[in-house]
């Protein structure tokens, strides 16, 4: 699986888009890029995936270059319940069968 | 639906002692992973269990094992427990292999090993 790259740490204002950036600049054409985040103590939520397009669920957009080296998770409403470490994982074919390899992710703050 | 259920959620045990965990995973799940999170090393991957059979294995030593029943259940069993070995252990299902299927958590257990 591609190594990816996180900001250690974000903050962002409630209300406001946090847009969290991911870097995967060794992703192979049928590795997917999954978000999932993690509320202290809590197992990981899963939020998104994708593999080459731009994809939208109720919690989040993903969106991610065409050259697939990088994404962006975007909250667009953010609220303090969204305070949470937010891991970006590539996974390749072998998917759960390798296991996901997460890094330590980026922890959000949303601010009153 | 229901989702990841694992038991327990919290456990105290001593060294030299072992434990069993056990994951029921979202029904009609057939692939069940394990996980540990300390939080030296975050989260890994310990193993995965696929119609009954372990398909892949993290790197962990062999006191970690687990099995998979009919019903896609899932247990995983601590032998000789260490101080180390005190983690949050995850279970995630996802209704088949391959990296399309999604993996969900479970809540975890917790153990701490005195």
């Known amino acids: 699986d591609a190594k990816t790259t996180q900001p250690p740490s974000m903050d962002c204002a409630e209300g406001r888009a946090a847009n969290l950036p991911c870097n995967h600049s060794t992703i192979s054409g049928n590795e997917y890029v999954y978000w999932y985040r993690q509320i202290h103590s809590q197992g990981p939520q899963y939020i998104i995936h994708?593999?080459?397009n731009n994809e939208t669920n109720e919690m989040a957009s993903l969106i991610i270059t065409e050259d697939r080296k990088s994404s962006t998770l975007i909250l667009p409403h953010a609220t303090l319940r969204d305070t949470a470490v937010y891991y970006c994982i590539s996974a390749s074919s072998g998917g759960g069968a390798d296991g996901l390899t997460f890094g330590k992710g980026t922890h959000l703050i949303i601010q009153p | 639906k229901a989702g990841v259920t694992q038991t327990p959620r919290y456990l105290i045990k001593t060294r030299g002692q072992q434990v069993t965990l056990s994951c029921s995973p979202i029904s009609g799940h057939r692939s069940v992973s394990w996980y540990q999170q300390t939080p030296g090393q975050g989260l890994q991957f310990l193993f995965e269990?696929?119609?009954?059979?372990?398909?892949n294995k993290g790197n962990f030593p062999g006191r970690f094992s687990g099995r998979q029943f009919s019903n896609s259940r899932s247990e995983m069993n601590v032998s000789t427990l260490e101080l180390g070995d005190s983690a949050l252990y995850l279970c995630?299902?996802?209704?088949?292999?391959?990296?399309?299927?999604?993996?969900?958590f479970g809540p975890g257990t917790r153990l701490l090993v005195l």
């Open positions: 994708g593999l080459k």
């Open positions: 995630a299902s996802s209704l088949d292999r391959g990296a399309s299927e999604t993996q969900y």
């Open positions: 269990y696929f119609s009954e059979t372990q398909r």
